[in-house]
């Protein structure tokens, strides 16, 4: 999915919104696996202005060969089988940018990144979006907008959500909200408006109760 983009740190070519926003969630100097890691954007980024030491799991062949011709530590791998195979407490991050959306099991999945990290960062589109809801309303027809690009016949999305759905899982399965950042469809920061209407996006850093 393309999403707008925004001029990073000198050296670096331009750089996802929402990646600036899970790399400012970061501390510098830690451990961190990428999860659906793309071309590598991210983990380039995080390691050249906070020293983070970043693994990555891409699913497409292209995404791997990209990322390892940047000198990125990747493998091919799938969020949904894969993250199993990690020991407890390997990272002190772990990251899934605009895939939990695409992946079969989320919750699942959601449960094996604060298994193997000790926090989470998660980001997905809004699907109560106020331009979602008006276009299901008045066009009766699957939505389309800069967070979900693709017509409802080729998108990778299966299991889409809301903000609000996210908050309620989060409070269901015992994940405390750390810090929640929702963007417009321009992908300014919302301040008062009601997230789950004005929210193109979100993106969440997340940790276990007790943890």
Not at 22 to 27: D, F, H, K, L
Not at 64 to 83: E, M, P, T
Not at 178 to 191: D, F, M, P, S
């Amino acid at each position: 999915m393309s999403e707008a983009r925004t001029p990073a740190a000198a050296g670096h070519t331009d750089i996802r919104r929402d990646l600036l926003m899970i790399a400012e969630m970061v501390t510098p100097g830690s451990r961190l696996l990428d999860v659906g890691c793309g071309d590598g954007s991210l983990l380039e980024y995080l390691a050249s202005e906070k020293q983070v030491d970043g693994r990555g799991i891409e699913i497409r062949q292209s995404g791997v060969n990209a990322c390892v011709a940047r000198g990125l530590s990747v493998i091919q791998g799938d969020a949904d089988s894969d993250l199993p195979d990690y020991p407890d407490a390997a990272f002190d991050y772990v990251v899934l940018s605009l895939t939990l959306q695409a992946t079969r099991n989320p919750r699942k999945v959601l449960h094996e990144m604060l298994r193997i990290g000790r926090r989470a960062i998660v980001s997905f589109p809004n699907f109560a979006y106020w331009r979602v809801r008006m276009q299901l309303l008045l066009g009766g027809r699957m939505p389309m907008t800069a967070a979900l690009d693709d017509p409802w016949y080729e998108t990778q999305n299966i299991h889409l959500c809301t903000i609000a759905d996210f908050d309620e899982l989060c409070a269901r399965d015992g994940f405390v909200v750390e810090q929640r950042i929702a963007v417009n469809g321009e992908g300014k920061r919302l301040q008062n408006a009601p997230a789950n209407w004005f929210g193109a996006q979100a993106v969440y850093l997340l940790r276990r109760r007790g943890g």
